[in-house]
């Protein structure tokens, strides 16, 4: 059985890793309108390895978590900021407000990251 | 530092909302979204697509290939694949009166301290060990243990040693009777006493939300220590762990998978007289039918397990949310509201009652398929006692590649907790300051574990189910058709478990909170949304709203059980007033849609 799965898996995991070398920083906006992430619409797909700047913008001063790797963060409003993350562990991590501008507290995931292994 | 900051990172997921200042926590529905079970962070990747194909398609693949291979007049393994470990003389002094004395005094040790941790140490979720040791490391780690080593849970149930130390120390000072009041069991009784333990387990674990405070906990677990050791007096202590005590039975059901078997003692002097090294899965092979209140508890194990992975689906939370938005549920739902339940836990309670039966269902109907399949005239219910534990492999690989993540990431909260149990200061053995590392384990290391421990699983309960219908139908012949219901059966169990875990893990949804001080939304014919605001006495909040269609409006805080109004409006379109606190609360200021029309409704929120 071991090897039944070994031999499925294996030349796709080659595969993958082959392709996925010398990747460049990427750059991805974020924007959050009315205490919610308009945009992206789903959840910020990485690859593992990769360094990955988010470009937050939001109507409202926020504090954010990025759970897991634990990195929090600020954002104005009008002020758009970086958050660059080194994508090296992977699963799926909720950013969370930890506070917006008059106190208010939320606990729903913002967004996900989501590093999948390379 | 960094130890410090992770554990603020992973309070935010432990503590309720209300923590905050103006908090936007919801009433209804959706209290704390990224909350996994019990507690403790998930940060597990769904399972690829292709992953899940291959893990599918492999279980169909699979079963066929057992069948035709092994599918021929094979005889069941029999005692002669086992081994006896106490004719090693290592083995023997691991079984020495002395050695088990210190593993039962290590394990009381340990459940006195979680106790003590739980009433009187620190009630901050990550800073008392409480938690961590009762949901990971016992409820999850031990698991594993009993299903892939041994069940070790007889010789160190604290509730069982401290009852028979009792017991010993008794009859030091003369009484004769052994068992306490010494009544007779009921027979009819059964094991539904650990059913309805065990359903009462799961609902504080992954429903009741007050699982993680550590004084919760350890008064929870004193209830059910005081009626463990009633029910021991009242029935004798070997018969309520057959019979009521939960644990025991849902480790006894793990164990059985498991390749050592507990040791077996001699009926007169109690002493340990062989210890088997036995085939993997082989005490799953029975030839007697199990009663039908263990087959149910089984059954409840399974389903509870299932239905960990299904609440945090993003097709439960769709499920939830057309429940709640359904007009035919409307006046229901307000009425529970009214009452001061929340309606979250209400429908997750109704789904979780609901599961087992409808395991219990389907499994029966599967039993009915393989009695006509093999003509047989045996019982459906002898039948269903019979091939009840060909699904326990499933659920343990089910079980193994849902929490493995979480046992290895979560639980390394352990390793500062040794050091400072009661949360107050205290570096024991200079762990204070380990920081969790979240690499441990990577995604890919978790899905092949995943798919490979569901397919050896499926091979395991084809196994188990074929030499059950060996051992139990008149002929061969018979006992291979028995198995092509159940065969399908299984497949499904395997794909459902793999479908779970090709899900992404969502925490339940916020469906009536209002995250915005001010907006328009739009609400579905008997829709509600709420916005909540912790307020202290003579705080002031000004509001304004409209709405094409009637609305009702109210301000409203709990108050124990009891739901209190100071403002309350029933069908306007537009309001505007200002509120004033009169006690220190949580307030929400809710709208509901009362016509059978869609509504727009535009609100302002300033203050408090």
Redesign the interface.
């Known amino acids: ?2 090897w ?2 070994a031999g ?2 294996l030349p ?2 080659l595969v993958r890793a082959a392709v996925a070398q010398n990747r460049p920083r990427q750059m991805l906006e974020v924007r959050i309108e ?3 992430v308009v945009e992206p619409r789903e ?1 910020i797909r990485v690859t ?1 390895g990769d360094v990955i700047e988010l470009r937050w913008t939001s109507d409202e001063a926020v504090e954010l ?1 990025l ?4 990195i929090e963060f600020d954002v104005e409003p009008g002020e758009p900021a970086s958050m660059v993350i080194q994508a ?7 950013i ?1 407000s ?2 917006w501008g ?8 913002l967004i ?1 990251l ?4 390379n | 530092m960094k130890s410090t ?2 554990k603020a ?1 992973l309070r ?2 432990l503590q309720p ?1 209300a923590a ?5 926590l919801t009433i209804f529905l ?1 209290a ?3 909350q996994a079970h019990a507690f403790g ?1 998930r ?4 399972l690829p697509l ?2 899940y194909l ?1 893990g599918a398609g ?1 279980a169909v693949a ?1 079963s066929f290939v057992i069948m035709a291979l092994f599918f021929r007049a094979l005889p069941a393994p029999s005692d002669e694949l086992r081994i006896d470990l106490l004719q090693f003389r290592a083995v023997r002094a691991l079984l020495h009166p002395l050695a088990i004395g210190g593993f039962q005094a290590i394990s009381v040790a340990l459940f006195v301290l979680v106790v003590t941790a739980g009433l009187f140490g620190s009630q901050d979720t990550v800073r008392n060990i409480a938690p961590t040791f009762v949901w990971i490391i016992w409820w999850v780690g031990l698991a594993y243990i009993a299903a892939l080593a041994g069940n070790p849970w007889p010789i160190v149930n604290p509730w069982s040693v401290v009852f028979a130390g009792l017991e010993r120390l008794v009859r030091l000072f003369g009484a004769r009777n052994r068992a306490g009041f010494g009544l007779a069991y009921p027979s009819w009784l059964g094991a539904w006493p650990a059913i309805v333990l065990f359903g009462l387990f799961a609902w504080f674990e992954l429903i009741a939300e007050t699982g993680k405070v550590p004084r919760t906990l350890a008064t929870a677990i004193m209830i059910y220590s005081g009626l463990t050791w009633f029910a021991m007096a009242v029935f004798g202590h070997d018969v309520w762990l057959a019979r009521g005590e939960a644990f025991s039975l849902a480790f006894g059901v793990f164990g059985r998978f498991a390749p050592i078997g507990g040791p077996v003692r001699d009926s007169a002097d109690g002493q340990p007289r062989h210890w088997y090294l036995r085939p993997y899965a082989s005490a799953l092979v029975v030839d007697r039918p199990c009663r039908l209140s263990m087959t149910a508890f089984v059954l409840v194990m399974l389903s509870t397990v299932t239905f960990d992975g299904f609440k945090e689906t993003p097709l439960w939370g769709a499920l939830l949310r057309s429940v709640a938005l359904e007009p035919a549920f409307a006046p229901l739902l307000h009425k529970l509201h009214d009452l001061g339940f929340d309606f979250q836990i209400v429908l997750e309670t109704v789904m979780l009652a609901l599961f087992p039966v409808l395991f219990f269902a389907v499994y029966l109907g599967f039993c009915r398929l393989t009695k006509w399949a093999a003509g047989s005239r045996r019982p459906v219910a002898e039948i269903a006692g019979l091939f009840v534990f060909c699904l326990v492999p499933i659920a343990i690989a089910y079980h193994l590649a849902h929490y493995l ?1 979480y046992l290895l990431i979560a639980g390394q909260f352990i390793i500062p907790l040794a050091s400072d149990p009661f949360g107050i200061g205290w570096d024991l053995f200079g762990t204070l300051g380990y920081a969790i590392d ?2 441990v384990i ?3 290391f978790v899905w ?1 574990t995943a ?2 421990a569901i ?2 699983g499926h ?1 395991f309960a084809v196994g188990v189910g074929h030499f059950v219908a060996l051992r139990v139908f008149e002929t061969t012949k018979t006992a291979l058709r028995s198995q092509y219901p159940f065969l399908v059966l299984m497949v499904a169990y395997t794909m459902v478990s793999l479908w779970i875990l090709s899900q ?2 969502v ?1 339940s949804p ?1 469906l009536s909170s209002l ?3 001010s ?1 328009t939304v739009s609400l579905a014919p008997f829709e509600f949304r709420e916005s909540c605001f912790e307020m202290t006495t003579q705080d002031t909040l000004r509001y304004d709203f409209q709405s094409d269609q009637p609305v009702d409006f109210n301000i409203h805080y709990h108050d124990g059980l009891t739901v209190r109004f100071p403002v309350q409006l029933n069908r306007v379109t537009a309001h505007a007033d200002e509120f004033v606190a009169d006690v220190d609360q949580l307030y929400c200021l809710m709208w509901t849609n009362q016509s059978i029309k869609r509504t727009s409704l535009t609100y302002r929120i300033i203050g408090p």
Do not use: C, K, W
């Open positions: 059985m071991v039944f799965a499925l898996f796709a995991a009315n205490r919610q959840a593992q978590h759970h897991g790797y634990d090296n562990a992977t699963g799926r991590f909720p969370t930890h506070g008059d106190g208010g507290h939320g606990h729903d995931a996900f989501e590093v999948y292994p | 900051r992770i990172d935010d997921f909302a905050g200042t103006a908090a936007a959706g704390q979204p990224t962070p940060y597990d990747l769904p292709n992953l291959v492999a699979l993540s979240i690499r990577g995604a890919r092949y798919v490979v397919g050896v091979v992404p893990i925490g916020s995250r915005a001080p907006g």
